[in-house]
């Protein structure tokens, strides 16, 4: 006969059931790798969506999130941080939108922006004519110029 002994066969069992259990709830941390179903275009079709709808935060975020691959998402960037005068963002992200793309409208966005802030005059000049020279058929591009130059008329001493 066994006197010392502690535990029986059913508390043992259950013990060991704890044990497993405990164990089994507990995991490891696990990295998910979560695929975007969204292509780069459709963020930014989602952000001039949210933009449209003054959702300026939500459409930055859908464009910092096509910028990764969309170059192009560096001008809409620029455009959101306009709207909120967050100027020298603007200016950044014009910037790296006419470095990396080229596009028109980058250029004219940046001329528009020293135009818009009084500073850097025949710098906005050289860019909107830039833009124009790019895309000659875009009106807005040539009313960027042509505002340009008549403030910089105004502050030349004649």
Known sequence: ME????????ALSLLT???LF???SCSLP???VLNDPLTPQEHI???VSYERSGKLYEALKEYEIASRTLPVAYLYMGNILFQKKEFPGAEECYREAIDRTGNP????NLAWLYYT???NLDEAEKLAKKAVELAPDKEEFKDTLKKIKEKSNERTPQ
């Open 45 to 47: 079709n989602l952000g």
């Open 117 to 119: 802030t009084n500073r």
């Open 30 to 32: 696990r990295i998910l």
């Open 22 to 24: 405990c164990l089994c």
């Open 17 to 19: 059931a704890g044990l």
């Open 3 to 10: 006197k010392n002994r502690v535990l029986g066969n059913s």
């Open 105 to 108: 409208g980058a250029y004219n």
